[in-house]
């Protein structure tokens, strides 16, 4: 157990309760350490030149005192601070480092201490003070068991000498491991920043303009399609595409003449990715040449696509709004006619602008890419006509319908439900309808689909086509190549279906 030190007297604990000094001794980081051969040499030294028994290397903490290293003793690597001799060592005035006993038995100081009346029964005593950042930390002393007459000047001197080597290995362990650490984080701070860049796809260059050398990272290697080993400038512009390579220059020109930041946006010529470029003149020369160029390369060929789609969305909403709106003043147009009563209008107008409105959301869904023919049929007989029809058969593989084949069709499947419901097989209780297509590939792959009802009423052509039959058939007018055919047989509406289909928006 480590005593408080309340053997010292008052003057010595001042100096070893020092908070200035426990703070350089808890800075070195040494305490508790691994045992080391170049401290253990030291004391070995100390013992053989001073013809000791004992030889220590002391660091003397508030409540004990460690051995950095000890000749002469096994199985011990501390002591109380309350009966060190080196804490005494420590307390001597600046000017005397060293301390000499030699009979502790004789001394006031000692004799009564547990060191000297029990194990190791220490009778001779010379010590010189570790000093470390300016801060006495601890002593370089040898003991013996047996007293001495005498210790030699030439012996202090020796002792003195010794102690200072010891300082000095301390501080240069000290500055050693400092360093070691700080490289520890240097490294771990490159790592950070190299996975950062790697992480944001940024390239990082240093261009020496003199010599045209260019440092750079792993990523700008890549992204420019170079070799490894060294960069020249030449190799980058060669990689640069031929269109963008004069812009490119012309930007670093700037930057050199006018001192503006170097910004530019320029193709890889074996890729074809976007990079934008900044850069900044970071050194100059006395008349104000450039010397070094620093800055980063990133690869924005996403946002650009990006860009070019949301463009060419915005091109195609602003056709398809124009479109539909004509569409919804003919629609509109031709509904009043047939229903001039406010209420019968809106009723059937309603139904065919939400048809219309349904076919928009999906289609903004899916960035105007195409609708599933699925989705179109589920948008009329609900979303569960193939697990749980009601009174349909719907037969066919689903197939991608372009924007315009999508909204005709939904408008052509409007009016033929509402006729069902009204006027068709599914006015009564047992007629069902009957919705089957195919994709035929020649002579121009198309959708071949037929709307067949049966078991309804009795049909009849009429003598004129109501508005729901002209759209039914016009609806398509916009699909090139397209046809719909109206029939109606007395067992039922029959509506055929063409549609031309591009190849690749096979499903």
């Not at 170049?38 to 004391?43: A, G, K, Q, T």
């Not at 040898?142 to 202090?156: E, G, Y």
């Not at 001192?259 to 890889?268: N, P, Q, V, W």
Request: hydrophobic share 40%; charged share 25%; aromatic share 6%.
């Amino acid at each position: 157990m480590i005593n408080d030190g309340a053997d010292l007297p008052g003057d010595v604990r001042r100096v070893v309760d020092d908070p200035v000094r426990l703070q350089a001794l808890a800075a070195m980081d040494v305490l508790d350490s691994h045992p080391d051969t170049d401290f253990e040499r030291l004391s070995r030294t100390a013992a053989f030149a001073l013809d000791a028994e004992i030889a220590l290397v002391t660091l003397v903490d508030k409540g004990r005192q460690w051995f950095r290293a000890c000749f002469g003793i096994e199985g011990v690597s501390e002591t109380e601070t309350g009966s060190s001799f080196c804490a005494y060592t420590i307390a001597l005035p600046q000017d005397d480092d060293t301390l000499v006993v030699l009979d502790a038995t004789q001394d006031e100081r000692f004799k009564d201490n547990p060191l000297v009346t029990g194990w190791p029964g220490i009778r001779f005593y010379a010590g010189a003070a570790i000093i470390v950042g300016g801060q006495k930390v601890g002593a370089l002393c040898v003991i013996d068991t047996k007293p001495r007459a005498a210790f030699a000047p030439s012996q202090v001197e020796q002792l003195v000498n010794l102690a200072s080597l010891t300082s000095t290995l301390f501080s240069l362990k000290d500055e050693a491991r400092v360093r070691a650490r700080t490289a520890a984080a240097l490294v771990r701070e490159e790592w950070r920043h190299a996975l950062t860049l790697e992480a944001g796809k940024v390239g990082s260059w240093v261009w020496d303009v003199r010599t045209g050398d260019v440092v750079c990272n792993e990523m700008f290697h890549r992204m420019y399609g170079l070799a490894e080993g060294p960069v020249l400038v030449g190799d980058v512009l060669a990689a640069t595409h031929p269109l963008d390579r004069a812009m490119v220059e012309a930007s670093i020109e700037a930057s050199f003449e006018d001192g503006l930041d170097y910004s530019a946006e320029a193709r890889i010529a074996a890729t074809g990715r976007w990079l934008t470029m900044r850069g900044r003149v970071y050194q100059r020369d006395a008349n104000g040449k450039p010397l070094v160029m620093m800055g980063v390369s990133i690869d924005i060929t996403d946002s650009k696509q990006s860009a070019d789609h949301t463009r060419l969305l915005l091109r195609e909403l602003n056709h398809r709004v124009k479109n539909t709106l004509a569409m919804i003043q003919s629609v509109a147009r031709q509904t009043i006619r047939q229903n001039p009563d406010p209420k019968d209008f809106i009723e059937a107008f309603s139904g065919r602008l939400r048809t219309i409105s349904d076919a928009h959301v999906l289609l903004a869904d899916r960035d105007w890419s195409g609708v599933q023919l699925y989705e179109v049929i589920a948008s009329q007989l609900g979303p569960k006509f193939k697990t749980n029809p009601d009174r349909a058969e719907v037969r066919g593989d689903d197939v991608t319908l372009p924007a315009d084949h999508a909204l005709g069709l939904g408008l052509i499947l409007h009016e033929l439900t509402t006729n069902a419901h009204r006027h068709g097989a599914w006015s009564g209780p047992t007629g069902t309808v009957n919705i089957d297509w195919q994709i035929k590939p020649e002579p121009t792959r198309g959708l071949a689909l037929t709307w067949r009802e049966s078991g309804g009423p009795t049909v009849s052509a009429p003598a004129e086509y109501g508005l729901g039959a002209k759209l039914i058939e016009r609806s398509l007018a916009k699909v090139l190549d397209s046809e719909v055919a109206l029939s109606f047989e007395p067992s039922g509406v029959v509506a055929r279906v063409w549609m031309p289909l591009p190849a690749e928006d096979a499903a």
